[in-house]
Structure formats: C-alpha cells, structure tokens
C-alpha cells in the first residue's frame, strides 16, 4: 500500500469519525432539549411499586411538569420527552402510583364490608 493509499484511507476514517462526533453531538443535544423532571437512569414500574413513597413524589412532579412545560411542547417534542429516561420514569412513578391509589381503595371498600357484615351479623340484645 502506497503513501497516498494510507493517507486516503486515514482521511475517510477521520471523516467518518467527525461524522460520527457531530452526530453524538446533535443527539446529545436533543436530550438536553428538556428540562429534567426526575434525573438518572429509567426506573421501570416495578420498582416504584417497591417504591411507593418515591412514587408518589415523582408522580406530583411529573403531573406539575405536564401541566406546565410539557403542555406548551409541540406534540412531537412531548412525543420525544415521553421517549426520555425522565417520560419513561414519569409514566411508570404515575402508573405505579394509580394501582396503590387502586388498591388502598379497594382495601377501605373490602374493611368497610367486613364491618357491615360484623354489625348486621352480630345477635342484637
């Protein structure tokens, strides 16, 4: 391989690395794009059940983000945002929170039937 090969072949490489560079550039820039509402990595569903006080906290924040920021978005920013790690852990801190919001009702209902039942079964003196 001649020098004007190596020279060719190191000059398409840096080309595609600065490619590549502006590219991780411009990607980068998009998640910054949005304010951050819970920060760090994703959290699935799973762990804000585990979680539910940490639930219920990023719950309010994310409904207090979308009634602010999020709903003056165009739909295909809150679109993107809802791909973020902050929409990920927003949908699942909010869904989390409705099944123990869910079952904490459904748990009054249930004591509340028992002590009917007590009151209406018990001999009256």
């Known amino acids: 391989?001649?020098?004007?090969?190596?020279?060719?072949?190191l000059?398409?490489?840096?080309?595609?690395?600065s490619w590549s560079g502006a590219v991780a550039a411009a990607l980068a820039g998009c998640q910054e794009q949005f304010p951050s509402v819970v920060g760090?990595?994703?959290?699935?569903?799973?762990?804000?059940?585990?979680h539910a006080e940490e639930a219920?906290?990023?719950a309010e924040k994310c409904l207090a983000f979308e009634a602010n920021a999020f709903?003056?978005?165009?739909?295909?920013?809150?679109?993107?945002?809802?791909e973020t790690n902050d929409g990920i852990s927003c949908a699942n801190a909010k869904q989390a929170h409705a099944v123990a919001l869910w079952n904490a009702s459904q748990k009054r209902i249930r004591d509340s039937a028992a002590r009917f039942d007590?009151?209406?079964?018990?001999p009256k003196k």
């Open 11 to 17: 000059r398409s490489r840096l080309r595609v690395l």
């Open 71 to 82: 709903s003056a978005m165009a739909p295909s920013k809150q679109k993107a945002w809802a």
């Open 1 to 9: 391989m001649g020098m004007s090969m190596v020279m060719q072949s």
């Open 40 to 50: 760090g990595s994703a959290k699935t569903q799973a762990y804000y059940s585990a």
């Open 118 to 122: 007590k009151l209406v079964s018990s």
């Open 56 to 58: 219920k906290l990023v």
